[in-house]
């Protein structure tokens, strides 16, 4: 249906810098938008940015302008700079696709990729 493939992830220490892209490998279904989610061991998976349908991010409470989502023009990369990491980062990260004609609240419409994962050292 629709395969997306991350990349970017590893190990980094306190106050370093990662970037994640996202590519969609394939799609069945017209994509309107995309973004980025997380799951830290124990945790529900949480919203970390993604695109409006007007196409302007919104950012989870917690990236206080550490991290930025960008794609390229054909929107087929999706990506995710992430400055001043925090221990508190870590988390598989999972890159998401929005199916047109679905909100983001409706996962019916909404696919995942794998995940990469992020671990943030002291």
């Known amino acids: 249906q629709v395969q997306l493939v991350e990349s970017g992830g590893g190990s980094v220490q306190a106050g370093g810098a990662l970037k994640l892209s996202c590519i969609v490998a394939?799609?069945?279904?017209?994509?309107?938008?995309m973004g980025w989610y997380r799951q830290a061991p124990g945790q529900e998976r949480e919203l970390v940015s993604r695109f409006r349908g007007d196409g302007s991010p919104e950012d989870a409470y917690f990236v206080k302008c550490r991290f930025a989502i960008s794609q390229n023009d054909a929107k087929t990369t999706l990506y995710l700079q992430m400055y001043r990491l925090t221990t508190e980062d870590t988390a598989v990260y999972y890159c998401?696709?929005?199916?047109?004609?679905?909100?983001?609240?409706?996962?019916?419409?909404?696919?995942y990729g794998q995940g990469t994962q992020v671990t943030v050292s002291s």
């Open positions: 394939r799609s069945d279904f017209r994509i309107c938008a």
């Open positions: 998401a696709a929005r199916r047109c004609n679905y909100e983001w609240y409706n996962q019916a419409g909404i696919y």
